[in-house]
């Protein structure tokens, strides 16, 4: 396993899709247990969705881990994330700004919930407009970090992830969506860490 990026306290590594992040209730084999198996201190900070390719951070002993894992709760990373979604976008920046919550009777599907929704806001960028296969290459950067964020919002707007299955994207051999972008804060000295990973679509 070759990493993004390799220091004495954290480690990014590219996760490839179809592949999880964490150990399943059945299935062992995941990207924490091949990076633990190289680097015995790495722990997990942050997950991707299985289906979900992309930069996955990884902290070395507990103290960076506990240093990383409260950026990213106080939105301290910058995440970017680059997806096809079905249909032509009409604008070319834009935000969706819709509360979220479990969909509990499928899940684990999330579900836009007006009422007890928690607060979740995704930006938005067109990166290249596919006229003739009538699909749209986007940037997004969640600024909340729910659990099926972008995928729920971008199905809410009528422009599903190509090859999601779970919120009626078009068929194709995977989710089309990667995340390519991280802007940490080392949690040895604070300084803003950039890293990057290129989409394999």
């Known amino acids: 396993m070759t990493p993004l990026h390799l220091d004495a306290h954290l480690i990014a590594v590219d996760k ?69 979604v079905g249909g032509l976008v009409d604008a070319d920046v834009g935000e969706i700004d819709l509360p979220l919550a479990a969909d509990w009777p499928r899940r684990p599907l999330q579900r836009v919930d007006h009422e007890r929704g928690r607060p979740s806001l995704t930006r938005w960028r067109v990166l290249a407009r596919d006229a003739t296969g009538g699909r749209t290459r986007l940037r997004l950067e969640p600024v909340s970090g729910r659990s099926h964020q972008l995928r729920v919002h971008l199905q809410a707007i009528r422009h599903p992830i190509v090859g999601d299955t779970l919120y009626g994207g078009a068929p194709a051999a995977r989710l089309m969506l990667h995340a390519a972008e991280l802007i940490v804060p080392h949690p040895a000295d604070g300084r803003r860490l950039p890293l990057a990973s290129a989409p394999p679509f």
């Open 16 to 84: 490839p899709a179809g592949l999880l992040a964490v150990p399943g209730r059945t299935e062992p084999d995941c990207l924490a247990a091949r990076v633990q198996a190289v680097w015995a201190d790495a722990r997990v900070v942050h997950r991707l969705d299985m289906a979900t390719s992309g930069l996955m951070l990884f902290a070395r002993g507990a103290a960076a881990q506990r240093r990383l894992g409260d950026a990213f709760a106080a939105r301290l990373v910058h995440k970017g994330y680059v997806a096809i």
